[in-house]
């Protein structure tokens, strides 16, 4: 009887399931792909071989213990069938592998919340600059409404800066993240036409 096997035995009920609550069934699990990945290997091997082996490299990580576990503080019975309790303290098979996608998905959530920070402070300069821009467009109209009611007619240079100071207000937004320099520019512009059309009235 191979290792494994006696394992298998010592482990599970009469009717030949496992301890409910204990990882038993994911070792066992583990250690039959082990079997499977070594017989792809050397398939001559005897099967008690690919058991044992298997056994060995799936409890201890291919290493093979000179002396028992906790030998230096007396052998307890624990130590002998609770074979479940050290899997569950060193994560082996399928539990460690469902941390290893837990911790994933902690960075996952983590990178998407800095993500969703930034983007919300993005917004938050996208909601000011439209804010902006439309007091512009405001100030724009009302100067533009005033000089045709003193006019009663609008010549087409007033017109044309008009239309270029509704032109650049546009680009300020799809322009915004060009540059301070060049959004210093166009503030100056705006504020040099605003107050052409200021002294047209």
């Known amino acids: 009887m191979s290792l494994l096997a006696l394992w298998i035995k010592s482990h599970s009920g009469k009717d030949g399931t496992f301890l409910p609550g204990t990882v038993i ?3 066992v699990d583990d250690a039959q792909a082990k079997i499977e990945m070594l017989k792809t290997v050397d398939p001559t091997k005897p099967e008690q071989e690919l058991e044992n082996a298997a056994f060995e490299d799936t409890m201890h990580g291919g290493q093979i213990l ?4 906790r030998y230096g503080l007396g052998v307890r019975k624990s130590d002998v069938y609770g074979v479940h309790g050290v899997l569950r303290k060193q994560g082996y098979g399928k539990v ?3 941390t290893v996608v837990m911790e994933s998905v902690k960075e996952d959530v983590s990178a ?3 993500k969703n920070e ?3 402070k993005e917004n938050g300069k996208l909601q000011a600059q439209v804010k ?3 007091f512009l467009l405001t100030t724009l109209i009302g100067q533009f409404a005033q000089l045709v009611g003193h006019t009663g007619t609008a010549s087409t240079e007033s017109l044309r800066l008009a239309q270029e100071v509704l032109s ?7 322009q915004r993240d060009k540059g ?3 959004e210093r520019s166009n503030l100056d512009h705006l504020s040099f036409l605003l107050a052409t059309m200021n002294n047209r009235l």
């Open 25 to 27: 069934e994911d070792f």
């Open 66 to 69: 000179v002396r028992p576990v």
């Open 96 to 98: 460690r592998e469902r």
């Open 112 to 114: 998407l919340s800095k």
């Open 118 to 120: 930034t983007l919300e």
């Open 132 to 134: 902006e821009n439309s």
């Open 168 to 174: 650049m207000s546009h680009n300020r937004i799809v």
């Open 180 to 182: 301070a320099t060049k």
